[in-house]
């Protein structure tokens, strides 16, 4: 994931657009969302931390949208 972008939104993404974002393509970005940011806000996590759970998500299990806690898909 090198050369990669951060995308934000407070209200998270649709499941059609986090598929349209990976569907045969290399990832090079990954979602954010309020609950994110709301994490980094109440200093459960630093933006660091954070960004970093998610690299690794989308570098080892192909995910860019996931819960920085227990890195699981935040659409199911």
Not at 21 to 37: E, N, P, S, Y
Not at 42 to 52: D, G, R, S, W
Request: a positive charge; glycine letters at 10%.
């Amino acid at each position: 994931m090198y050369g990669r972008g951060i995308f934000i939104s407070i209200n998270g993404f649709s499941p059609d657009s986090v598929q349209a974002l990976t569907t045969g393509k290399a990832l090079k970005t990954i979602l954010v969302d309020g609950g994110d940011l709301v994490l980094i806000i109440e200093n459960m996590y630093t933006v660091k931390e954070m960004l970093n759970s998610k690299i690794k998500a989308a570098r080892t299990m192909g995910r860019i949208y996931v819960n920085p806690i227990n890195m699981s898909d935040k659409n199911t």
